[in-house]
């Protein structure tokens, strides 16, 4: 979450040029790096004057303050101003909107979002130069005649109009507006397109105007039918997730204006003329509304087009004649406060001594919420950096300045969810750092508020980022990591019911995140479901795999090679650049999102939103229905979590060193995994790869490999995503699979009862437990295993840390948490018993239940002797033939073998079988020889083999010398 990505484009040249101009025009006197504030602020100002007297010199400047009369002073600051009659003749907008067509179509540009600036625009206006000059007439005379007046009336008590000597009689200074830049947006009327023109953000200058232009079905003459209007979000309104649509000023019909103050964060978009009513309809507290999918889409349905008009305040400039010389200079009058910030903000960006400039902006403009996020993030990314070495006196003053900035940021704006992010983070930091602190005493009360108040800031955050991501204005991404962190905190504070809820919605949040087609529930397939054949194991009986099979693969040659080129094309462009988001990343493996191969391949799109909607869903639908293992199918539609292609090359990955280019034994997210085969294996085709292939754990009990392909390229394999399974090892030329994990959205029909994120929920809660201390973990995981008793992944998670205890606590409860760790991983084994791992586990609870109860005087509290031998004999059996497998398929779990055997031989000397326990510990060393480990736990336990042996010899010898 990086909340000061998001910068004004138009304003990047800005930083650079100050910077340059104020080290030419600093004085000698000047220390070497450090300029001087007069120094700067001239720079600014001149910068400033220049841009707001030459820039859109077409379009006339105020003449002359109106006096508006009224008392300013009582009236409160408009958040807009969305005057009722247009600002544009309906022939104006129409010959802008067209000229703005043709412009984008001859740059070639009219997918996605387009911007250019009006003067490009107007000049592809037909006929000719006339309707051009009329068409700038009427804007001059808009702006003289509307717009600045108003501006002037609904913000008389503005910085901008009563800065500098502005209050004294010379009406010569008194600040003018003007205009410093003029853009025209254009988005939509393709699939996958955006809600929105502009990017959520504010803007440059002090006011902007925003001008609809209306879109392409407006020339049919369906002007008051038009389902599509454009709007603004206005993220100031937002003050309830279910009424986001109070957020949004519209409609904004063509011509219409909006105008409201640069500081606002606003995003003008596409929005269906009932949204209200759609919003009504369907309240739900969820994101996947009617209300959303109606706004994509719209924007989908038709292109939009909006001119923005940013305006400034100036005052004119005097000239000096010096003494000395001839030649008069200029002097330029101070920029406004705003202006002056904002800038200052900008050149601070690149200094390594940002918070002087950004502290002068503070002071400049104290009302400017945005330089206090931006002086929090800066000390927060201090404490962040591991470079940093203070003491904690120093960094607890970070802290708390950080938190002083971001609170007052928040108080200034409410609404920005930037702003409550980084303030939980702080707030997080500011905890951690106090229970590093010498005199530090934990209190439960203490750390629950401190919770709590992390937990209010990210609810506020996430409410603030939902409203957008509600609207289809904001992608999921920084809504996602706040969710998480809620869950977490919520964790944390032992709140697992609210964690389960927040849960939910980070789970719904993946399920909206892809613009791919969500299944369409109301059609039946239209094409021939490919067929499909379960790999199941006669070893455990349970289906772990299908394959489709026959003529109808997935993809057909032309999509593949459709995709194929797509992908090469993005691997091209990255040059080379790690692309992978994983965080488990080979040598030799790349990666790319199909969502964003899609983004910008509208062919590729189209084409794989049908096989999603045709082939796909529905063979989804029919397969796993037949599956008895997994849980009923989702009742909502079936959509894509992720997708990504992945390419292994082998040749690099040898090269380096390595087997070949695979992935670990893992688990995926979302709820199907669906893997396409993009080429051949050299068995089918000499111009394939070798090795690869799905390592699929499920089947390594049995006969046939366990390591699958699809028969040829085009079809797929179809798995759970919890079933375990890797990335078996490409060892040469190039393997390129398509992977789709599929999730679902939740039924559209409310009275459905169902629990959509049944699979992902306990997963989350998996991975958030892990990071908790222990005696919230094992709540956590406990959690978990009971919301899908199903997976064994719950279970053996949860016995590794019942385990995982103090072995000096002699309790009964220490005690109980050992046997039911040692049940709760029998379970493990029983609902996956082809996982090594688990059966290694059982073994070694076993081992340490025997010993502890030894220890502790609770022998009469075991099982039989001889019944624990065998399980404890079966368990580390299995693990090490399970292993052995992973390990010949080059995907092994990575299990201590040798402890294995250590153990085995350890509790059969115990159990006084001295030849079966010398058995075992002779193949300690074998085994740590072809573990090719070095590590010092080697050697030790060599010792410690030899150390038992040796006792069992003597014993054995004894025995023997007794008969
Ligand atoms: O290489 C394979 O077939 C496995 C790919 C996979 O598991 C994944 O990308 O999640
Ligand atoms: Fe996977």
């Known amino acids: 979450f990086a909340p000061l990505n998001r910068h004004h484009a138009a304003f990047t040249h800005i930083d650079s040029s100050v910077s340059s101009l104020a080290e030419e025009k600093s004085s000698p006197d000047d220390a070497p790096k450090e300029i001087s504030y007069s120094t700067i602020l001239k720079v600014i100002d001149e910068q400033h004057h220049i841009q707001s007297t030459t820039s859109c010199t077409y379009l006339p400047r105020e003449t002359a303050p109106i006096d508006c009369g009224g008392s300013p002073e009582t009236k409160p600051p408009s958040t807009y101003q969305h005057p009722a009659t247009p600002v544009l003749s309906p022939g104006a907008v129409n010959a802008l909107r067209l000229a703005a067509e043709r412009y984008f179509d001859a740059n070639g540009r009219m997918m996605g979002q387009s911007t250019a600036s009006l003067e490009d625009i107007l000049s592809f206006i037909s006929p000719g130069h006339d309707a051009e000059t009329a068409i700038k007439l009427e804007l001059a005379n808009s702006l003289t005649q509307n717009i600045y007046p108003l501006v002037r009336s609904a913000w008389a008590n503005d910085k901008a109009f009563t800065f500098g000597n502005a209050d004294t009689a010379d009406t010569n200074a008194a600040p003018l507006l003007s205009v410093t830049s003029a853009t025209v947006f254009a988005s939509g009327g393709h699939s996958g397109a955006k809600v929105s023109l502009t990017t959520l953000e504010r803007d440059a200058g002090i006011f902007v105007v925003h001008i609809d232009l209306g879109n392409e079905e407006q020339l049919s003459g369906f002007l008051d039918e038009s389902l599509a209007k454009g709007g603004i979000y206005f993220e100031s309104l937002v003050y309830d997730s279910d009424r986001v649509t109070d957020s949004v000023v519209r409609p904004i019909n063509p011509g219409q204006a909006v105008v409201h103050k640069s500081d606002e964060r606003t995003a003008a978009i596409i929005t269906p003329s009932n949204i209200r009513e759609l919003e009504q309809k369907d309240n739900r507290q969820t994101l996947d509304t009617l209300m959303r999918r109606q706004l994509l889409k719209t924007a989908e349905s038709t292109r939009h087009y909006a001119l923005r008009l940013v305006l400034t305040t100036n005052q004119s400039a005097s000239k000096t004649t010096s003494i000395d010389s001839a030649e008069s200079q200029i002097v330029y009058p ?525 022998a009469h509290l075991l099982p039989p002797p001889g019944e624990a031998a065998e399980a404890l004999i079966y368990s580390f059996e299995s693990a090490i033939r399970l292993e052995q497998v992973c390990d010949e398929a080059g995907c092994k779990n990575g299990i201590n073998i040798p402890a294995a055997y250590l153990a085995l031989g350890d509790f059969m000397g115990r159990l006084r079988n001295y030849p079966k326990a010398l058995e075992y510990l002779e193949q300690v060393e074998g085994a740590i020889a072809s573990s090719e480990s070095e590590e010092d736990w080697a050697m030790s336990m060599l010792e410690e083999t030899a150390s038992i042996s040796n006792f069992c010899r003597s014993e054995m010898q004894q025995d023997s010398s007794l008969v």
């Not at 909607?613 to 992720?642: I, K």
């Not at 995503?721 to 029909?749: M, N, Y």
């Open 334 to 858: 101070e920029a406004p406060p705003a202006e002056r910030a904002y800038r200052l903000r900008n050149f601070a960006r690149l200094k390594d001594d940002r918070v002087r400039y950004l502290t002068l902006a503070g002071l400049i403009d104290v009302n400017d919420h945005e330089t206090h996020l931006w002086l929090g993030f800066d000390y927060l990314s201090h404490i962040d950096n591991p470079e940093y070495k203070v003491d904690i006196e120093q960094r607890l003053s970070d802290i708390n300045k950080a938190i002083f900035h971001l609170g007052k940021a928040a108080a200034l704006n409410p609404t920005d969810p930037r702003v409550h992010f980084q303030l939980a983070t702080v707030l997080g930091a500011k905890m951690e750092c106090e229970k590093s602190t010498p005199n530090h005493i934990e209190t439960n009360g203490r750390s629950l508020e401190q919770y709590t108040e992390i937990a209010a800031a990210l609810g506020k955050s996430a409410l603030c980022e939902s409203a957008a991501v509600k609207l289809g204005i904001s992608g999921v991404q920084d809504l996602t990591s706040c969710l998480n962190a809620l869950a977490q905190t919520l964790c944390e504070m032992g709140d697992f019911s609210t964690a389960i809820k927040v849960i939910d919605q980070w789970a719904e949040c993946g399920s909206v995140r892809s613009a791919l087609a969500i299944e369409d529930m109301s059609i039946s397939a239209t094409e021939d479901i490919p067929s499909y054949e379960w790999l199941s194991s006669d070893a455990t009986g349970k289906k772990v795999a299908l394959r489709t099979v026959g003529d109808s693969p997935l993809f057909n040659d032309d999509d593949i090679s459709l995709l194929v080129s797509a992908a090469d094309r993005s691997f091209a462009q990255a040059n080379g650049k790690q692309l992978s988001r994983y965080t488990m990343q080979y040598v030799g493996n790349s990666e790319v999102h199909l969502d964003d191969l899609c983004a910008n391949d509208h062919v590729l799109k189209q084409r794989i939103d049908h096989i999603l909607q045709n082939r796909v869903y529905p063979l989804v639908r029919q397969s796993f229905a037949e599956d008895d293992q997994g849980g009923e199918l989702p009742a909502g539609p079936l959509c894509v979590y992720d997708s990504i292609f992945v390419r292994y090359n082998g040749d690099e990955a040898v090269l380096a060193g390595r087997v070949g280019a695979s992935q670990p034994l893992h688990q995926d997210g979302g709820i199907y995994s669906v893997n396409v085969a993009l080429n051949s294996h050299k068995d089918d085709d000499v111009n394939g790869f070798s090795g690869g292939g799905t390592f699929l754990e499920g089947l390594s009990r049995d006969e046939i490999s366990c390591i699958q392909r699809p028969v040829s390229p085009g079809h797929a394999l179809l798995h759970h995503t919890t079933a375990r399974h890797a990335g078996a090892p490409t060892t040469s030329g190039i393997r390129d699979i398509l992977v789709i994990f599929l999730t679902a959205r939740h039924p559209q029909d409310i009275s459905k009862s169902e629990s959509t994120y049944r699979v992902e929920r306990p997963m989350r809660l998996q991975t958030i437990a892990k990071q908790l201390p222990r005696d919230k973990l094992i709540p956590c995981l406990e959690l978990a295993r009971e919301h899908d008793p199903l997976n064994s992944e719950m279970s053996y998670w949860l016995g590794v840390h019942l385990l995982q205890g103090d072995s000096s606590d002699q309790s009964d409860q220490r005690w109980n948490e050992i046997c039911r760790g040692v049940d709760v991983l029998q379970t493990a084994t029983q609902l996956n018993p082809t996982d090594a791992r688990a059966h290694f586990h059982l073994g070694m609870a076993i081992a340490s239940r025997h010993k502890y109860a030894m220890r502790t005087k609770r």
